[in-house]
């Protein structure tokens, strides 16, 4: 099983394409490209469309109608607890 990670959401799309994840952890909250342009990009590869990716981030209600928007099959607001005192949910 291979597993790899990233910081540059550019490399995922090229990253996916030679590799063909089963799964894609992505913050939909990155600097200089957003997880729903990495999403996009995905969508040309994963021509079945079915994009293999668990997103990531902090409440903000317009993510839920634009992940839904764009291919989502659900979108499930949960909030994650790091170590003591950090939440990933507020």
């Not at 394409?17 to 342009?37: A, E, K, S, T, V």
């Not at 999403?39 to 994963?46: F, N, V």
């Not at 499930?76 to 990933?88: C, E, L, Y």
Request: glycine letters at 10%.
């Amino acid at each position: 099983m291979l597993h790899y990670s990233t910081r540059d959401p550019h490399s995922v799309c090229a990253l996916h394409r030679d590799n063909h994840y089963d799964l894609i952890l992505l913050d939909l909250q990155m600097p200089g490209m957003d997880g729903f342009q990495v999403m996009e990009g995905l969508k040309e590869i994963e021509t079945e469309g079915y994009l293999p990716v668990l997103a990531v981030t902090r409440r903000e209600p317009a993510h839920k109608l634009r992940a839904l928007q764009g291919g989502a099959k659900r979108f499930r607001q949960q909030t994650v607890r790091f170590g003591r005192g950090v939440d990933a949910g507020s």
